[in-house]
């Protein structure tokens, strides 16, 4: 797997490697499962933002395929 490297601030570094540490798990796990949340919940808002135009105009759109 490609790895990506982040520079974190030591404040953040610190509160990862505490929660990581908390939850019994690496800071790696944290981080990697916090990016796969933000994306879906990312991928969810523009999904719906991206269909809106089409919910809009459904009509025309379905005029101009005729």
């Given at each position: 797997m490609p790895e990506l490297r982040l520079p974190l601030d030591p404040g953040v570094r610190r509160d990862l490697d505490d929660l990581?540490?908390?939850?019994?798990?690496?800071?790696?796990e944290v981080a990697l499962d916090a990016v796969r949340a933000h994306l879906?919940?990312?991928g969810t808002r523009v999904r719906g933002v991206a269909g809106e135009p089409?919910?809009?105009h459904a009509d025309l759109l379905r005029r101009l395929g005729e």
């Open positions: 990581a540490d908390a939850q019994g798990r690496t800071p790696e879906r919940q990312e089409a919910r809009e």
